[in-house]
């Protein structure tokens, strides 16, 4: 009866030794057994209050509780200290539980959130799914994504454990709750998912009896994202709906992330396949004229924007060399208006036009005026500026037709130093119903070359004060230095020193285009065909 009453209670007597004290008042005060001196076992207000008169009510902290101690003196002198926690304080305590339990919580999802937003890639963000959740909700975690193929993908961690993948070959209605998940329903309430139905492949090795499963989907935007399973140790407390309610707040955020980094990964893909049209291939020596080019997106993180070149045959395919074109080819190099993915766009309309347009390579102002009236019909408008060869090689002389239209005439570098400017000229494609251009006609003897280019070179603007332009005399005196030097060594010096003159500061698209008659009459080892965007 003594233990059974509902406060803590201390019989002490007259000279303060506690004689007796009830379960309560030892949870309170262990060290308050029968024979200890009531000054060395309980707080000091309850101290000073055991002496006469005694009060009717005292009050005072034991820890961070209040009591109130009310006395009650026996016939033998005896006193006895019922103690019971102030009014109002136990409800303040609990408050004080809840804040500190949310305050927890709020700091886990930020942590959570944080973490999940710190990469774009999706392994990646799976992973930390699974190790946030084995570490703060449950014992174990299983981020399952929608079905690939034939299997599940699935990132499993166990509680201090490291995230490991691998491909689960299972039917989700294997797992109680997890095809309502991965359809993007509503969780099932933990309390009706037997463990004892939950596959082998759902519970990590050496995992022990499960005591409690939560299945909850990962939301994504317009459809799922994958789902979550938490497992919890059968000696563990099971989940409580407050418990629930926490995994799928975090479910959500860790939803919206996978979504986020699966979308990028998409996008990544496409980007990437257009990025392999849109880039200017490579060069190298084609029906013995020798090519070489460069090419410097505007921005350090963009590998495509306006400026471009190609390289097309339009020659008769030799009836001896298979189906390896042969005779003469197309060079273009074009600069459109603007730069980054707009200009690329329209970069790749002009360079799949103009593939069109090949057979009437031997009429350069007729392909032009096409290409013209296909942009003056298209949504772009922007408009951009072309130049193009058309190379045959002669004994050992390389014969060239120019066309410019509104683009810098081509350079011509012969092999005494002198830099000619080629007499062609011509109005835009893409802004007026009607252009022109004029084509001129030049030979280059052994070694020298023809110089194509955009004014992203001449026009960069660096130097010693960083606002200087480079210029068409620099650039000629930059090409006249390297007279007689192969086309490649050409492009790379002027490369070198364009982007040099700029350093770090910010410049259009550069591109340049060398066409070289070769010193030596031998072809390349495949034929005289390098790699370039060639369709017979």
């Not at 002669?394 to 080629?422: F, K, Q």
């Not at 052994?446 to 010693?464: F, K, M, N, Q, S």
Request: net charge negative; charged share 20%; hydrophobic share 45%.
């Amino acid at each position: 009866m003594w233990n059974s009453a509902p406060y803590a209670a201390l019989v002490v007597d007259a000279a303060g030794t506690v004689r007796l004290a009830n379960d309560l008042a030892l949870a309170l005060f262990p060290g308050a057994g029968p024979g200890a001196r009531l000054t060395d076992v309980v707080p000091r207000w309850l101290t000073l209050a055991h002496q006469d008169p005694l009060p009717d009510t005292v009050r005072g902290r034991v820890g961070a509780r209040a009591f109130e101690a009310r006395p009650t003196r026996g016939p033998d002198g005896d006193v006895v200290w019922w103690l019971a926690e102030a009014p109002g304080d136990a409800g303040l305590r609990e408050a004080r539980e809840a804040l500190r339990t949310e305050r927890r919580r709020t700091a886990f999802l930020t942590e959570a959130s944080n973490a999940l937003l710190s990469s774009l890639n999706a392994e990646r963000c799976a992973d930390t799914t699974a190790r946030l959740a084995a570490g703060h909700l449950a014992d174990a975690a299983l981020v399952v994504a929608p079905p690939a193929g034939r299997g599940l993908p699935v990132t499993r961690c166990t509680r201090g454990g490291a995230p490991v993948r691998g491909q689960q070959t299972a039917e989700p209605a294997e797992m109680p709750g997890l095809a309502e998940a991965l359809g993007g329903f509503p969780p099932v309430p933990s309390r009706w998912i037997d463990p004892a139905h939950v596959p082998d492949w759902v519970v990590p090795e050496g995992f022990g009896p499960v005591g409690s499963i939560v299945v909850a989907p990962l939301p994504g935007q317009g459809g799922p994202a994958g789902a979550l399973i938490l497992l919890r140790y059968s000696t563990t407390e099971s989940f409580t709906d407050d418990e629930e309610i926490i995994v799928r707040l975090f479910a959500a955020r860790a939803g919206a992330a996978l979504y986020a980094a699966r979308m990028y990964l998409d996008q990544a893909a496409i980007t990437e396949t257009l990025m392999a049209e849109l880039l200017p291939p490579s060069l190298d020596q084609v029906a013995g004229v020798e090519l070489a080019a460069g090419y410097r997106a505007a921005g350090d993180a963009e590998r495509v924007g306006g400026d471009f070149y190609d390289v097309h045959p339009t020659g008769p395919v030799a009836p001896d060399a298979g189906a390896v074109p042969s005779g003469e080819y197309l060079v273009v190099l074009g600069d459109v208006c603007g730069k980054g993915l707009e200009a690329a766009v329209l970069t790749g309309k002009i360079r799949n036009t103009l593939h069109a347009l090949v057979p009437m390579a031997d009429d350069h102002p007729r392909m032009l005026r096409l290409l013209n009236g296909a942009l003056l019909n298209s949504r772009s408008a922007r408009f951009a500026t072309l130049v193009m060869a058309s190379t045959r090689r002669e004994g050992s002389h390389v014969r060239l037709r120019l066309t410019s239209a509104g683009h810098p005439a081509p350079l011509i570098v012969r092999s005494d130093g002198r830099v000619e400017e080629a007499a062609t000229r011509g109005t835009l494609v893409g802004a007026l119903p009607e252009i022109e251009a004029h084509t001129v006609e030049t030979s280059l003897a052994p070694g020298e070359t023809c110089v194509l280019y955009t004014d992203g070179i001449t026009e960069a603007r660096g130097g010693p004060l960083g606002g200087e332009l480079f210029g068409d005399d620099r650039l000629r005196g930059v090409l006249a230095e390297c007279a007689g030097l192969p086309g490649g060594a050409l492009v790379e010096r002027v490369q070198m020193l364009a982007s040099q003159w700029v350093s770090g500061g910010r410049h259009d698209d550069m591109a340049i285009v060398a066409v070289t008659a070769p010193r030596t009459n031998h072809l390349s080892a495949v034929g005289g065909h390098g790699p370039g965007r060639f369709t017979p």
